[in-house]
Structures are given as C-alpha cells and as structure tokens.
C-alpha cells in the first residue's frame, strides 16, 4: 500500500470503525490522506470525514418506538434516510501531511479540527 497508494478511502462498516484509532496510525506513517464517512475518523486523526450525523441517526430508532408506543403500526411507518451530513476537516493531520486545505472547502466544514 506505501509504494502503490496515494490516499485512502475507508469503508464505513464496524471492522474500520473499532480500528479508526490504527487505520488513522497507519496512514499517517505510510503519509497518506485518509476520507471517512463518519466523524469519529477525522476525531480519530483522520484528515477527513463527509456523512452522516451518527448522533441523529442513533436517535432514529426512538423516534420510531414513540411513535409505536403511542399506537401507530410499524408497517406504516415511513422509512427515514439521515437528513444531516457533515463534513469534518482535520487541520492537525493536513499539516503533517504537508497539505493545504483551500479555504473555500474550510468554508464549507461543519467543523475543523485544529
């Protein structure tokens, strides 16, 4: 991977994410600029993330057993994508990776991490 990649693109699944901490390690010594899907990567050292708000996407499943619990019937419940993504950009990592961020996608970060 050190001598053929130029970044890497990390699967969003539970394997990536209990290992976050060692991914983000080992693309910082191979120096390579690593994208996620959820917060916790670019929290992690990760350059950065864009997806959805795991938070609100935990809430989700309450917001449904309300609705059962004050009669409504399952099979008639909508199905509900995420509504809030963001974008996080780690400044730490972007540093010493020798990157600059430019400033209009700075702009559009819900947070930067510096």
């Known amino acids: 991977m050190q001598t053929k990649a130029e970044a890497v693109l990390a699967f969003d699944d539970a ?5 976050r901490h060692r991914i983000g390690e080992l693309a910082a010594r191979h120096r390579l600029p690593t994208m ?5 990567f670019a929290d992690a050292g990760g350059l950065m ?7 609100d996407h935990f ?8 609705k059962i619990l004050r009669g409504a019937k399952p099979a008639e ?9 963001e974008l996080v ?3 730490k990592t972007a540093k010493a990776l020798g990157l600059t961020v ?3 996608l700075l702009a559009r970060a819900d947070e930067v991490i510096e």
Request: glycine letters at 4%; charged letters at 20%.
């Open 15 to 19: 394997l990536t994410f209990t290992h």
């Open 36 to 40: 996620y899907g959820f917060r916790e």
């Open 49 to 55: 993330s864009f997806g959805a708000n795991m938070r």
């Open 59 to 66: 809430r989700q499943p309450a917001k449904y057993v309300d």
């Open 77 to 85: 419940l909508a199905i509900e994508q995420p509504t809030k993504h």
């Open 89 to 91: 950009i780690n400044l």
């Open 102 to 104: 430019p400033a209009t």
